[in-house]
């Protein structure tokens, strides 16, 4: 059974630095053809993909948020870690780890994902 | 940059119904590169379709996709009472992924 599992802080203030950590079970974060993003979702609005580690530890960001985020993982763990640094109540949102699935055809798709956590920004 | 456009905002259907859903793309979509999620109030999103027109485990029959280079569609044949809930569609390309904005399908 595939699980992800968002951890962090429920509450940051601006200028802060955000640190959230994705526990994964069920899958190998080694495997070719998974990687693991992370995608945020404001209260209300739609989603946006923020973040994304390859099992090769390539990365790849969105280029409207690229100067503030950092993706990493360890493999032995299980977890996957995102950073994103100045934060804004503008960023206040439920943040999800989803698994991104990769296939010749088919492209990348999320096929599970975590229940979510909300980040609150205020001071 | 890429966009995703989706339409309408709102669909006001009842049950039973058959519902389209639109996903307009800025530039077109490599290969099959096309999925779709549903959430649903208080909930994570959950994948219904990839590569353009393929189901997900466990996802009924009643929902299908379609469409190629731009313009890609959702189709819920007879909606049931469960499937009111938004709708997004969602693409790959160049090691990055882009959502559309949503559309939420309600009771009429």
């Known amino acids: 059974q595939v699980t992800l599992k968002e951890s962090g802080p429920v509450l940051v203030k601006p200028t802060e630095t955000l640190t959230l950590t994705c526990t994964v079970s069920?899958?190998?974060?080694?495997?070719?053809?998974?990687?693991v993003s992370w995608i945020r979702q404001p209260p209300g609005k739609a989603l946006e993909w923020l973040a994304h580690?390859?099992?090769?530890?390539?990365?790849s960001y969105s280029a409207s948020l690229e100067s503030r985020l950092t993706i990493s993982k360890d493999t032995s763990k299980r977890q996957v870690v995102l950073t994103m640094t100045n934060m804004d109540p503008v960023d206040t949102a439920y943040y999800y780890c989803?698994?991104?699935?990769?296939?010749?055809?088919?492209?990348?798709?999320?096929?599970?994902w975590g229940q979510g956590t909300l980040v609150t920004v205020s001071s | 940059e890429f966009v995703l456009t989706q339409s309408p905002g709102t669909l006001s259907l009842s049950p039973g119904e058959r519902a389209t859903l639109s996903c307009r793309a800025s530039q077109s979509i490599r290969s099959s590169y096309l999925a779709w999620y549903q959430q649903k109030p208080g909930q994570a999103p959950r994948l219904l379709i990839y590569g353009v027109s393929d189901r997900a485990t466990g996802i009924p029959d009643r929902f299908s996709g379609s469409g190629s280079g731009t313009d890609f569609t959702l189709t819920i044949s007879r909606l049931e009472p469960e499937d009111f809930a938004v709708y997004y569609c969602q693409q790959y390309g160049s090691s990055r992924w882009t959502f559309g904005q949503g559309t939420k399908v309600e009771i009429k």
């Open positions: 989803v698994r991104g699935t990769w296939g010749a055809r088919e492209g990348s798709y999320f096929d599970h």
């Open positions: 580690v390859f099992s090769n530890d390539d990365t």
């Open positions: 069920g899958f190998s974060l080694s495997n070719a053809r998974m990687g």
